[in-house]
């Protein structure tokens, strides 16, 4: 799972293992692209200061593993939010004989050249990556084992909200996903990050007190243990000052368990809702809904017209209209019918 990279790094891959060679200071620990997801937060009505926290609510609801981990970046009120499976990078890390506190986990994408806004298609260590930039953001992101084809990197741009207008028919060129030395994007503050700097830190105190004269290490001594009084005098303050925001914050958590709980009874919106959004796309050309046929989130339809139907405006409009995905046209040798078969999304949790 580790390709040897120069001085002091490695990439965690899914196909290969190589022993790392270095064995002092801080590693660099880089996840190829299957092995973690991608997401943005738009904290724009958040106030600043409640940012941070705000976006420990968010991740508890969104993280995709039973125990993750993050490399988080801010661009102004977005938080760009990298996760991969903890366990799954530890148990790897562990193996290469390696102290989890001494590696900083990165993404490969945060190490690739940013390349200009809009669309592009990054080859990455394994696979490619289609990416979505605005005003110099990763904002989507997607992974494909091979190059797409054009119908998922058409679903892509969809999912992304980019008009019918604006989408490109054909998959681009790959770009040359190179990893450079620095993230193009820095940190927030990971899990790893902090044992690294704690761990810097820590040695430097070290060596400073090695280095100090004997006399003196008796007065700072005192000093440190006077220090640390007041210190636990301002943590016993703050809890009692934080006390209050953690109980609001459990608040908050059991509402939205128990409106996860009542979601749950109703997984789907409604059919008169699913109905109504079919409605307003459909053609005002006497079309009708003639078959409506909807199983645990599968719903097919036939509409029918005094006309030729067109089957792709129908899975364009419905793409748009609301809750559905995957929409497809069955095949039918009636022109004036289609039938067509679609996901349906959710209600949101």
Known sequence: MLFHLPVRRFLQSTEKTETPQIRFGTLQWVLTRPLYRFQTFDLTQVPAKNRPQALHLELAQWTPFAHSDYYVGWHGQQALVWCWDAELVTQAIVAQNLKPQRVRIL???????????????????????????????????????????????????????????????????????????????????????????????????????????????????????????????????????????????????????????????????????????????????????????????????TIKSGENISATYLIGVLQQAGPFREVRALPGSDPKSVTLQMDVIGNPT
Request: proline content about 7%; some cysteine.
């Open 107 to 301: 993404p490969e994408t945060v190490l690739q050249t940013p390349p200009q806004d809009g669309l592009c298609l990054a080859r990455c260590r394994e696979g490619y990556e289609g990416q979505l930039w605005r005003e110099q953001q990763l904002t989507r992101s997607r992974w494909w084992a091979q190059l797409p084809t054009q119908d998922e990197w058409l679903m892509f741009q969809r999912d992304a909200g980019i008009l019918p207008g604006e989408q490109q028919s054909q998959p681009p060129a790959p770009l040359e996903g190179t990893i450079g030395s620095q993230p193009w994007v820095n940190a927030a503050g990971s899990s790893n990050d902090k044992a690294i700097q704690l761990e810097r830190l820590l040695t430097a105190l070290g060596i400073l007190l090695l280095l100090l004269p004997t006399f003196w290490y008796g007065f700072s001594l005192i000093k440190l243990q006077h220090s640390l009084s007041e210190l636990q005098e301002q943590q016993a303050q703050l809890q009692l000052k934080t006390e209050p925001i953690t109980q609001a914050r459990n608040q908050v958590l059991d509402h939205l368990a128990r409106v996860d709980a009542l979601l749950a009874l109703a997984p789907y919106p409604e059919q008169l809702t699913l109905m109504a959004r079919v409605a307003e796309v459909m053609p005002g050309d006497k079309s009708y809904l003639a078959g409506w046929d909807f199983q645990q989130g599968q719903l097919k339809i």
